[in-house]
């Protein structure tokens, strides 16, 4: 059992210690929440002044960070001493708010980064402008874009690096939290509470940031359970509970969580598991009967087991979620990865996510994949040009060994987000007629068939097997 403690106030950990519970150190970071979204937001609409663009406090700001890291490093202290279960950095973060779109961060620290950032991956300015359909003299003469330039200009490329940059940016914030506690306390598991779905904007793109995370109090939406357990197999799930479920919600809530990488629970809100009498109202009973089973028997062996997951892969491709958003169709997107893992799901496929970037440097292969679903996969690398990934090839030589290829939509960018036909590129890649509810059917060409369950539906003696 734990609670939460301030990790930055020794009396606090002690008292959470003196009731028999280990602490998780909580809200320790600045910096993961921006101040003043709704004044940059409507400077911007007013006056168009690019001061507006500038994040405050920007994650490049170089006084920032040593202010932080100052601040911090008292904390790290603590931590080595009293031994938190997880070190959860603030709640709710994202890099704007939210989902919410704006094209943050123009501060010229940023600016600079980026500028570097762009030189070290390309090697060379004209490799850039190969990739990006640009005509830069060096490197320091690039400019970010906002979304709203990148659609009337049709400028995607640079979009496309600047945003991704972004999502590096806010990864590598996460690193240096970390870091800064495991120098004093190297068992420290970085978490984060409250957990936001994935936009174009907000740096959340959880195959970066789970190089971040050994363990998240979640909360669910896109998916993302799924995700991180996917990209970073080891992490801890304990989502928040509480808010006033009763019966079998909660029950769904436990159980279900467990078979995501869960290992506990946090609840939140004392009051909505107390009557007025400060005993245990009925959403308390029912956790507080839940955990009791979750701590003995199936539960513990449940934490204990790795989860099995079919060899049916599907490809996350933030950069086909940029493509999306560019041609006004980023709901269209989100829909269409509900559509597939639904009826996934309905046909009784345990599939997993395989990144963009670790699908070109071999993933599929490594893990066996039988079949591949592209939802709504607008790009896909190519490889050809410098810091290219060979997504492609590497779903060609799926199909080649037999597998199957299975697309909603057919791809029109490559990696860079540059026009590309691939009429005869990609004549192995299926688009079923019925879209995302049709692809299960086709899973059977490559040999892929779903765990077959006994319920009491479909075997009159079901409870002999369970």
């Known amino acids: 059992?734990?609670?939460?403690?301030?990790?930055?106030?020794?009396?606090?950990?002690?008292?959470v210690l003196k009731a028999g519970m280990r602490p998780n150190f909580l809200g320790f970071a600045q910096g993961l929440h921006t101040k003043s979204l709704a004044d940059n937001l409507r400077l911007w609409q007013n006056d168009r002044d690019v001061n507006a663009l500038i994040r405050k406090p920007s994650l490049s700001d170089p006084d920032f960070i040593s202010q932080q890291r100052s601040r911090i490093e008292g904390s790290a202290v603590l931590a080595a001493k009293y031994n938190p279960l997880q070190i959860i950095a603030a709640d709710e973060t994202s890099y704007t708010s939210y989902s919410a779109d704006f094209d943050f961060d123009w501060h010229?620290?940023?600016?600079?980064?980026?500028?570097?950032?762009?030189?070290?991956?390309?090697?060379?300015?004209?490799?850039?402008?190969?990739?990006?359909?640009?005509?830069?003299?060096?490197?320091?003469?690039?400019?970010?874009?906002?979304?709203?330039?990148?659609?009337?200009?049709?400028?995607?490329?640079?979009?496309?690096?600047?945003?991704?940059?972004?999502?590096?940016?806010?990864?590598?914030?996460?690193?240096?939290l970390r870091d800064i506690y495991r120098e004093k306390y190297p068992s420290a598991r970085l978490s984060v509470s409250?957990?936001?779905?994935?936009?174009?904007?907000?740096?959340?793109?959880?195959a970066r940031l789970m190089e971040a995370f050994d363990a998240i109090c979640d909360y669910g939406g896109r998916f993302q359970l799924l995700k991180r357990a996917s990209f970073h197999p080891a992490y801890k799930?304990?989502?928040?509970?509480?808010?006033?479920?009763?019966?079998k919600a909660v029950d769904h809530q436990v159980w279900t969580n467990l078979l995501?990488?869960?290992?506990?629970?946090?609840?939140?809100?004392?009051?909505?598991?107390?009557n007025p009498d400060l005993s245990l109202s009925n959403s308390g009973k029912d956790y507080q009967r839940v955990f009791n089973e979750v701590r003995s028997g199936p539960g513990r062996q449940i934490m204990a087991a790795v989860p099995h997951y079919d060899p049916v892969a599907i490809l996350w491709s933030p950069t086909s979620q940029r493509a999306a958003w560019l041609k006004g169709a980023f709901q269209e997107f989100v829909s269409t990865e509900a559509a597939v893992m639904n009826s996934l799901s309905a046909a009784g496929y345990r599939p997993f996510f395989v990144d963009e970037r670790a699908a070109a440097k071999g993933a599929l292969a490594q893990k066996a994949v039988k079949a591949v679903v592209l939802p709504m996969s607008l790009a896909l690398g190519l490889g050809e040009k410098t810091a290219g990934m060979k997504i492609l090839d590497a779903l060609k030589t799926i199909s080649d060994n037999g597998g199957v290829v299975i697309a909603t939509h057919g791809p029109e960018f490559d990696e860079f987000l540059s026009p590309a036909d691939f009429t005869a590129k990609a004549v192995f890649i299926k688009v079923p007629a019925g879209g995302a509810s049709a692809i299960s059917a086709e899973l059977g060409t490559a040999g892929v068939k779903p765990a077959v369950f006994v319920t009491p539906e479909n075997h009159s003696d079901a409870h002999r097997f369970i």
């Open 260 to 274: 995501q990488n869960g290992a506990g629970m946090s609840l939140f809100w004392w009051y909505s598991i107390k």
């Open 108 to 176: 010229p620290a940023n600016i600079a980064r980026f500028r570097k950032h762009l030189s070290d991956r390309f090697g060379t300015v004209a490799n850039l402008n190969a990739a990006i359909g640009t005509s830069y003299d060096s490197f320091d003469a690039v400019e970010p874009i906002t979304g709203e330039d990148a659609k009337s200009s049709k400028r995607f490329g640079l979009f496309n690096e600047w945003r991704a940059f972004n999502d590096i940016v806010w990864t590598e914030h996460f690193k240096f």
């Open 1 to 15: 059992t734990a609670s939460s403690a301030s990790a930055f106030n020794e009396n606090n950990i002690k008292g």
């Open 194 to 206: 409250g957990t936001q779905v994935s936009a174009v904007f907000n740096g959340i793109d959880w």
């Open 237 to 247: 799930s304990t989502p928040w509970g509480g808010y006033g479920r009763s019966g």
